[in-house]
Structures are given as structure tokens and as C-alpha cells.
């Protein structure tokens, strides 16, 4: 007696439904943050200002205000401004051991425009990761 029947795949009752919308990659909601377009659906524009986030997506309507970055941008800029600054100031003070106004005409501009440069970009890249592990998101929606 042989088995010819295909093996039927048990499922609970209360088995979640599989997602109907293609699942967002996190690589992917964060490049498209990081390049301050909408990490859901990479038309519409992520950012209303220069650090302000749009209330929601024109495009598809995701709720791009709701996701509160608050300190973490600030933070990963910060850290790697200072990996960038701080061995080139080490380094420049032990090879040539210029004068102050030395350093402080090269290392504060390129402080200040690096800082600058990166805080928008790692600020959408932020919100890119947050939307796509459900931050800001309403509790009903998955
Ligand atoms: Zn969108």
C-alpha cells in the first residue's frame, strides 16, 4: 500500500495571515531614507525642511510623522564625525604638531560641514530603519 496523497501543511486557527504587501527590506527602507525619499515607497519626499519630517508620504500616505527619531540622529552623526576628526586631529598634532589656529582653522569647518553634510542623510536612514521595525506605528497595523 502506497501513500499518494500530497502532505496537507497544518495550520492553527489563529495562524497569523501572510502579508499581502511585499515585505520591506531594511536595506532598502534605510538607503531610501538615507537619500531623503520615502522609505515605504521610495517616491514621495521624507523631509518638509531640512530636519523636518513631511506629516505623511504624498505617494502612498505612510505616516512618516509619527516615527520620532528624537536623539539617535544627533547621536550617530556625532559618532562618526568624531571618528573622522579626532584620529586626523591626533594624527596631524603628532606628525607636525602645528599651531592652534592651525588646527582650529581646519578641524571646525570640517566639523561643522561634515556634521552638517550627514545629519540629514543618517536622519532619514534613522527613520528608514524605525518604519521598518514598526516605530510610530499604530498598534492594529503590522
Ligand atoms: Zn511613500
Redesign the pocket.
Known amino acids: 500500500m502506497t501513500e499518494t496523497a500530497a502532505p496537507v501543511r497544518w495550520r492553527s486557527a489563529d495562524a497569523v495571515a501572510p502579508p499581502v504587501a511585499p515585505v520591506l527590506e531594511t536595506r532598502t527602507a534605510m538607503l531610501r531614507g538615507l537619500r531623503g525619499?520615502?522609505?515605504?515607497?521610495?517616491?514621495?519626499k521624507l523631509f518638509s525642511g531640512f530636519l523636518s519630517v513631511s506629516d505623511s508620504?504624498?505617494?502612498?500616505?505612510?505616516k512618516?510623522g509619527q516615527i520620532r527619531a528624537d536623539d539617535a540622529p544627533p547621536y550617530f552623526t556625532i559618532f562618526a564625525v568624531a571618528h573622522v576628526v579626532v584620529p586626523g586631529m591626533l594624527w596631524l598634532e603628532k606628525a607636525h604638531a602645528p599651531d592652534l589656529w592651525i588646527h582650529a582653522a581646519i578641524w571646525l569647518p570640517l566639523t561643522l560641514g561634515l556634521t552638517l553634510a550627514m545629519m540629514r542623510p543618517v536622519k532619514g536612514a534613522t527613520i528608514g530603519l524605525m518604519l521598518k521595525l514598526g516605530f510610530g506605528r499604530d498598534a492594529g497595523r503590522t
Open positions: 525619499i520615502c522609505p515605504a515607497c521610495g517616491q514621495g508620504c504624498a505617494t502612498c500616505g505612510e512618516l
